[in-house]
């Protein structure tokens, strides 16, 4: 069945540095945008960042513009978010999802699949 | 950045009635609008696209309104399930924005 599984959350203090990543499995990844979207406890979704279907589009959230780097490796089928001077205020649920796409030739932005979620904790 | 205010924030309803959530953007989106459920502890799902196609295997008491800045979800009669909280977004414009999410309660 179509797939996301995030994986390198934990805890680390403020200024250093987190690797997430996002494994696709059931689809085919290489064809879809990836979007990473993140969830403060007790907070509303906050979207930080997308990678086109092929990784030669990138945007982010002013937010983490700067500090975050979003990376996708289509022959593994993997997304990345590389999270440097982490802040308290990045505490969250990181999830990674799939964009849509294009439906009935217009491209649509939203969200179809998501993954469980990992849990980043920024704490001294 | 556009930016999505949703009313009520908690919005108190009885099972069976209708719910109406409003989801009001800082400029025109066109029709360039989502909209999600989610359950506590759950990720969140994909109920509208566009801002009136439900996703798939979406129920048909789920509805979506709306255009340029004025969107509305309608739940038709309430489900026990569906006491939870609905968040919009817009996708019209980069960076993509949440609205704060409605919590639908039972009244």
């Known amino acids: 069945q179509v797939q996301l599984v995030e994986s390198g959350g934990g805890v680390v203090q403020p200024g250093r540095s987190l690797r997430l990543s996002c494994a696709g499995s059931?689809?085919?990844?290489?064809?879809?945008?990836m979007h990473w979207v993140r969830q403060a406890p007790g907070k509303g979704l906050e979207w930080v960042a997308v990678?086109?279907?092929?990784?030669?589009?990138?945007s982010y959230a002013d937010s983490v513009k700067g500090r975050f780097t979003i990376s996708r490796d289509n022959s593994k089928s993997t997304l990345s978010l590389q999270m440097n001077t982490l802040r308290a205020e990045d505490t969250a649920v990181y999830y990674c999802?799939?964009?849509?796409?294009?439906?009935?030739?217009?491209?649509?932005?939203?969200?179809?699949?998501w993954g469980q979620g990992t849990v980043v904790t920024i704490s001294s | 950045e556009i930016v999505m205010t949703q009313s009520p924030a908690t919005l108190s309803v009885s099972p069976g009635e209708r719910a109406t959530l409003s989801c009001r953007a800082s400029?025109?989106?066109?029709?360039?609008l989502a909209w999600y459920q989610q359950k506590p502890g759950q990720t969140p799902r994909l109920l509208i696209y566009?801002?009136?196609t439900r996703a798939t295997g979406i129920p048909a008491r789920f509805s979506g309104s709306g255009s340029g800045t004025e969107f509305t979800l309608t739940i038709s009669s309430l489900q026990s399930e569906d006491f939870t909280v609905f968040y919009c977004?817009?996708?019209?414009?980069?960076?993509?924005?949440f609205g704060g999410g409605t919590k639908v309660q039972i009244k």
């Open positions: 999802a799939r964009d849509c796409g294009e439906i009935d030739k217009k491209t649509t932005n939203a969200f179809d699949i």
């Open positions: 059931g689809f085919t990844f290489s064809s879809y945008a």
């Open positions: 990678v086109s279907d092929g990784g030669g589009f990138k």
């Open positions: 400029q025109s989106i066109g029709s360039n």
């Open positions: 566009g801002a009136s």
């Open positions: 977004q817009q996708y019209d414009k980069w960076p993509l924005t």
